[in-house]
């Protein structure tokens, strides 16, 4: 993601404000005087770098404007971070938070600057330049992703964090019912025959849920480009970002998701159509969707019979996100720009939930 300067007062933060909030709450007057850069798009939870002689942090807070509550709940952030920090699962320290008010007039927390690799699109000049390193970026991906898996719950104190029993079941029924929300509000950018093949998928989905074989924390958007590498070393992630969408729940949730993002050189066209977000995974060395999932489940020991649901689902999901970000900027809750590149993005993932059910994830 690119970082963009925010000059002067933003709508989500101003530095002034931010500045001297931080001084008080850090215990250090050189904070005062900040500079404030968005990192990202703004679609989710808008992310701050926020620098001045006392170094650099990192601001999370809600979007601005109408937004569903959960979605983006920055306590449940900061609870899941918190926990994690003394586990396998690397994640940034939460350095302050504020559960409203200044200095965002919203909840926020702020956590440390992780300095690293984010894999975007173009790998930087010299990092993971050969196949090998590529692999072992790829290794550390589902290694980290095994280590969430296996955090023991209670002992991190996150056994009220949530309700995992019945979890795809309501997954399913909440992501269904954004759907119906997005297609009643009179969205005209995604096609009728797109329409009914969306609902078409949820029901599908909705017949078939598989049974939970365990349950743990679940990121929620786990993908390469919210991990943060070593700049030294591709084969060691530094941290994991996002975790807005965290919950108690399947495991196979988190790896269903991963693999409708992830590119590969020999794609089926169905797979290829569905993948708007740039990566880097096509470049030589990177495993397969395939060689990811093998290595999950030697990791995990988990059956990875019913990937082809979990796969089905997470496209699912991406398709009533993005209808959903259609449907608010044709209601105006949210600016224009947040559609840009969002043309013709439901159909193939719609298409591609429907292929992986009828033919596995291999084909």
């Known amino acids: 993601m690119a970082d963009q300067t925010v000059a002067g007062r933003h709508p989500g933060a101003d530095p002034t404000t931010v500045g001297r909030w931080l001084a008080d709450r850090l215990g250090e007057s050189a904070w005062a005087d900040c500079t404030l850069e968005m990192i990202g798009a703004g679609r989710s939870n808008l992310t701050y770098r926020v620098s001045s002689a006392a170094g650099a942090v990192v601001l999370r807070r809600p979007p601005v404007g109408e937004v569903a509550a959960t979605a983006h709940d920055m306590g449940r952030e900061r609870t899941v971070i918190s926990a994690l920090r003394d586990t396998a ?22 956590m440390d600057m992780v300095d690293g690799v984010v894999p975007l699109a173009t790998l930087p000049d010299g990092w993971a330049g050969d196949p090998a390193d590529r692999a072992r970026a790829g290794a550390a991906l589902v290694d980290v992703l095994v280590a969430l898996h296996a ?4 002992a991190v104190g996150l056994s009220s964090f949530g309700r995992p029993d019945g979890f795809m079941a309501r997954q399913v029924r909440r992501w269904g019912a954004q759907w119906d929300a997005a297609r009643d509000s009179g969205l005209d950018s995604v096609g009728q025959a797109t329409e009914e093949s969306l609902t078409a998928l949820s029901a599908h989905l909705a017949a078939a849920v598989p049974t939970t074989q365990r349950n743990t924390i ?41 693999l409708v993002y992830w590119c590969e050189a020999d794609e089926h066209p169905v797979w290829r159509a569905a993948q708007r977000i740039p990566s880097p ?41 993005l209808a959903g970000i259609l449907a608010r900027v044709q209601a105006g809750s949210v600016p224009a720009e947040m559609a840009d590149g969002l043309d013709g993005a439901v159909d193939p993932l719609v298409a591609l939930g429907h292929h992986v059910l009828d033919h596995g994830i291999d084909r």
Do not use: Q
Not at 89 to 109: K, M
Not at 151 to 154: C, P, R, T, Y
Not at 220 to 227: A, P, V
């Open 281 to 321: 995974t096509r470049l030589p060395g990177f495993p397969t969707r395939a060689g990811i999932a093998a290595a999950y489940a030697a990791g995990s020991g988990l059956d990875l019979a019913p990937l082809p649901w979990y796969v089905g689902f997470g496209a699912f999901k991406l398709a009533v996100v």
């Open 151 to 154: 955090v023991d719950i209670d």
């Open 218 to 258: 679940v990121h929620g958007d786990y993908r390469i480009d919210n991990c943060v590498y070593d700049a030294a070393d591709p084969g060691r992630i530094l941290a994991v970002l996002d975790w807005e969408l965290s919950a108690l729940g399947d495991p196979l949730a988190d790896l269903g998701l991963m």
């Open 89 to 110: 699962v690397p994640v940034p320290r939460v350095l302050a938070h504020s559960d409203g008010g200044p200095p965002v007039d919203a909840p926020c927390y702020v």
